[in-house]
């Protein structure tokens, strides 16, 4: 009973992962929805949607339902990296990576890992991806400068807002 147990729990797992596509690099995936008339992300550019992240069914992290700046495109670090698919990617894309957890696991300090993950085991880490927008590298430059200018004027501003302060409030010490 244990063994037909096991070999049925082996099955469930290895169609769980031929229902995903692999990349010459390793990496694999699956998209939901595709929006191939979609921009594209670019290297540099930060990704906007929700994102959920697991460690085999374990959820690490999510912001479903509250689409944010989640990821920024980087170049590869390891064959197969979410770097891959998120270029793989376009605007209204859902799409699901897994990417194996020891990959990462060598290039991470081991208490920047989950406290579930286990070396060598074969776990899986899941990226779920709905992708709604990009912010280009100028857009994140220009966004910098803007504030570094208001934070500059602000600082320029500020012995006169203190002193009008100090005098509206009558205070001596």
Do not use: W
């Amino acid at each position: 009973l244990t063994v037909l147990a096991l070999t049925f729990a082996g099955l469930m797992t290895a169609c769980n992962t031929d229902q995903f596509k692999k990349t010459d690099n390793g990496l694999r995936y699956k998209f939901e929805t595709s929006n191939p008339d979609g921009r594209q992300p670019q290297l540099g550019d930060i990704i906007v949607g929700e994102l959920t992240l697991k460690l085999d069914t374990v959820l690490i992290g999510s912001n479903a339902g509250h689409p944010d700046r989640i990821l920024q495109v980087r170049p590869d670090m390891f064959k197969g990296d979410i770097n891959e698919g998120l270029q793989m990617m376009h605007i209204g894309d859902k799409a699901t990576f897994a990417i194996p957890a020891d990959s990462i696991g060598k290039i991470l300090q081991d208490n920047q890992m989950p406290p579930n993950y286990k070396r060598g085991t074969g776990q899986m880490f899941y990226y779920e991806i709905s992708l709604s927008d990009i912010v280009s590298e100028e857009e994140q430059q220009q966004e910098q400068a803007n504030f570094m200018e208001e934070m500059a004027t602000r600082q320029q501003e500020e012995p006169a807002v203190l002193a009008q302060y100090i005098k509206d409030n009558n205070i001596t010490s």
